[in-house]
């Protein structure tokens, strides 16, 4: 158990020293393009969402347990939020690159999961490591400017029957209004995104 706890520290160590410092909040948004997506099977850029009042951003990955702990939520959040002809636009980007993360299982996984958004593969884990990311999933909500607004979880507990605050809305819903989220960074709460050493 001890050497278990060891190893699972010092990798946690390796993926915080991995990535820059997360975006502070009034930050511009990093861009990203040409991503594979395994929902359409088409490719996806930040200037897709140009004409959305908001855009949010997920970094998450198949393979967490937290992350698809979350599935449900997030299938249920963009339902009701974002779509063709909607204010918001949502993009999940996995950037993980063991087996169970790379495109065919995401394919899988859209289709088992019916997501209706886009599910979009980053191998350079490049909008990753420009967001600053540490965990999936964590969550990046832009305003019309694509600057950021609020960074973090999705709410504010994993059980889904003991949340009390719901983080990623609540910050949609004012940004909507032109106003601030009261609340505007949390703590995202998940698995270590397992970065890959950059070449120097």
Known sequence: MTRFLTAALAATVLVVAAQAAPLKIGDPAPTFSNLQ????????????????DVLVVCITCNHCPVAIGYQDRIV?????????????GFVA???NN???????????????????????????QKIARDLGARVTPEFYVFDKERKLVYHGAFDDN????????????????ATLKGESPKVQTST????????ERTKN
Not at 76 to 88: E, H, I, L, P, R
């Open 158 to 173: 994993m059980s889904e029957d003991k949340v009390t605050k719901h983080y990623v809305a609540d910050a949609v819903e």
């Open 76 to 88: 249920q959040f963009a339902k009701a939020y974002a779509g063709k002809d909607k204010k918001v």
């Open 37 to 52: 997506c395994a929902t359409s099977g088409k490719t996806c850029s930040i200037d897709n969402y140009k004409d959305k």
């Open 93 to 95: 980007i996995n950037v």
């Open 98 to 124: 063991t087996e169970e993360d790379k495109l065919p299982k995401m394919k899988e996984r859209a289709k088992e999961q019916g997501f209706t958004f886009a599910y979009a593969y980053d191998p350079s």
């Open 188 to 195: 995202p709460k998940g698995c270590g995104i397992q970065y």
